[in-house]
């Protein structure tokens, strides 16, 4: 089934984004600093699970098809509650960064609370690309498969940029802005190839 298959390769994609650097820092870095890095992802993932009823809910409305002409609307709504949820935790992230960290791991993480803002800027860019390729399966667009283009190239820059915590962090922020703009950029081409067609059918 086409549907199938555009779902589990699109989302390979997605759930390779924020598995891919785990996985290279425990073969890059030593025992002691890929330890400290899963912390990071730790703290990066805290804003999905804050986010993620806000997806869940979405995803819902996307796929209901009383909603159909409603996409779009609810797609950025829900894109400018993940940007706001996202900026309020960068920000404690920013502020009280040694105090979540000590709350949460412990003295021996705290040479990761410097590093904790990009982890949460990370945690917001990934939602809303994730919320987009859950958007464009809704609609069962192939422009979903772009993930797989993004984990690509996520593995090709951490493969060639891999020396610091900020390093690893910048590559998977930039590769998540990346690839929001391409799915806003590729879905807009689409929807105006579409009325292209319409007006020229009548």
């Known amino acids: 089934d086409s549907k199938v298959w555009l779902r589990t390769i699109t989302m ?51 796929t209901a098809q009383e909603n159909k002409h409603e996409r779009s609307k609810i797609a950025f709504l829900t894109v400018f509650l993940l940007l706001l949820s996202g900026g309020i935790i960068s920000l404690l992230y920013f502020w009280y960064a040694e105090f979540i960290v000590l709350l949460i ?58 020396g610091s915590f900020a390093e690893v962090l910048l590559v998977n922020s930039v590769v998540s802005l990346s690839m929001i703009v391409l799915y806003i950029v590729c879905s807009s081409h689409f929807v105006w190839q579409k009325i292209l067609i319409h007006v020229r059918k009548t």
């Not at 030593?30 to 995803?59: E, I, N, R, T, W």
């Not at 982890?119 to 399966?137: D, E, N, R």
């Open 12 to 62: 390979l994609g997605v759930v390779g984004m924020i598995q891919l650097d785990l996985v290279l820092v425990k073969y890059f870095f030593s025992g002691q600093d890929a330890g400290l890095y899963a912390g990071l992802s730790l703290l990066g993932k805290m804003v999905l699970y804050v986010s993620s009823p806000l997806s869940l809910v979405a995803f819902t409305y996307f």
């Open 105 to 162: 791991f412990g003295e021996k993480f705290l040479a990761i609370a410097p590093y904790a803002w990009l982890c949460a800027i990370f945690g917001t860019l990934y939602s809303i690309v994730s919320l987009f390729a859950q958007y464009l399966l809704a609609q069962e667009s192939k422009i979903a498969l772009l993930s797989l283009f993004g984990l690509t190239i996520q593995t090709i820059l951490l493969l060639a940029w891999h």
